[in-house]
């Protein structure tokens, strides 16, 4: 399958908002994206009926949407996995409710620069709730957890620090070095080590452990760049069975939804099913349900 084919996606969870809201779904630069699917539903509550919504995105970008949350499909975007473009374990935030501009991630297949992925679990504080975490390179850098307030602080004694937004897409915030960077539940950064420049980023993975001994795992990213403005991209997401199981194929038998759906979307939906990335039958399956109602309708 050819990366120009590959289209993004990102998985729904069961929360209701009014039929009459609408998202913006924009590239990095904010401009509009059209011709993205997105699939959104209501579940049924108490004096709400069941609503999916199946719809394309315009020349503005905008689709009206069900619910908060949806898969969106589009050509040479990556993957959006609830409601962010990595899997839980990779994710750079918790994932959150679409908001009213919601943000893809262009797929550039002649971009080939390597990253390396660890985890780290915590074991003994260096002092009461702090944590050291490790990294592969830039040895000066000392990397703390604080076990109280879930923040990260990577710390230099010099000033050679770039802060990032995130590990993947993003690059240096301002290009302002720094000598400390600290975020909650993740933080990426630039450092320069034998006259090479790396990135790394730190995200927290899963806590565990309550009153007892903590558990909590970390994801390090680590990628040696040309430099702060080289575009770093996760690898593509397939659907799993798990997805699609906690999506809403099958949920309600053989009954049919009240549906939102653009002008023409029966001669279109057709065309999504080739281009999911690795394409699979679960993700087979979802869309041919989806299809199902469109048709009968």
């Not at 390090?220 to 809403?248: G, H, W």
């Amino acid at each position: 399958m050819k990366l120009f084919f590959i289209i993004a996606f990102a998985l729904i969870s069961i929360t209701g908002c009014s039929t009459n809201e609408s998202i913006k779904v924009v590239d990095p630069e904010g401009n509009p994206i059209k011709g993205a699917l997105v699939i959104s539903e209501q579940i049924r509550y108490i004096a709400q009926p069941w609503v999916l919504g199946v719809y394309i995105t315009g020349a503005k970008g905008e689709a009206r949407v069900a619910s908060d949350r949806g898969f969106i499909f589009k050509p040479g975007y990556f993957p959006i996995i609830n409601a962010s473009e990595l899997s839980d374990e990779l994710s750079w935030e918790a994932p959150s409710l679409f908001s009213k501009t919601t943000k893809m991630y262009p797929i550039k297949i002649d971009n080939n620069i390597p990253v390396q992925t660890s985890s780290y679990t915590i074991s003994s504080p260096i002092k009461e709730d702090l944590f050291a975490i490790p990294t592969e390179v830039c040895g000066a850098i000392d990397v703390t957890y604080n076990l109280k307030d879930s923040h990260l602080n990577a710390r230099s004694n010099n000033t050679d620090l770039i802060a990032s937004r995130r590990f993947f897409f993003a690059s240096g915030s301002n290009k302002q070095k720094v000598s400390i960077v600290e975020q909650e539940n993740n933080i990426a950064f630039y450092c320069d080590d034998d006259g090479e420049t790396f990135k790394v980023g730190i995200s927290v993975s899963e806590k565990a452990g309550g009153s007892g001994k903590p558990a909590h795992k970390f994801t390090i990213f680590t990628a040696n760049v040309p430099s702060t403005e080289s575009y770093l991209q996760p690898n593509i997401k397939c659907m799993t069975r798990e997805d699609v199981s906690n999506s809403i194929f099958g949920k309600y038998g053989d009954s049919s939804p009240k549906l939102l759906i653009s002008k023409h979307l029966k001669d279109n939906i057709g065309t999504f099913k080739e281009t999911i990335p690795c394409a699979n039958e679960h993700s087979t399956k979802l869309l041919n349900y989806i299809e199902k109602y469109i048709h009968e309708n």
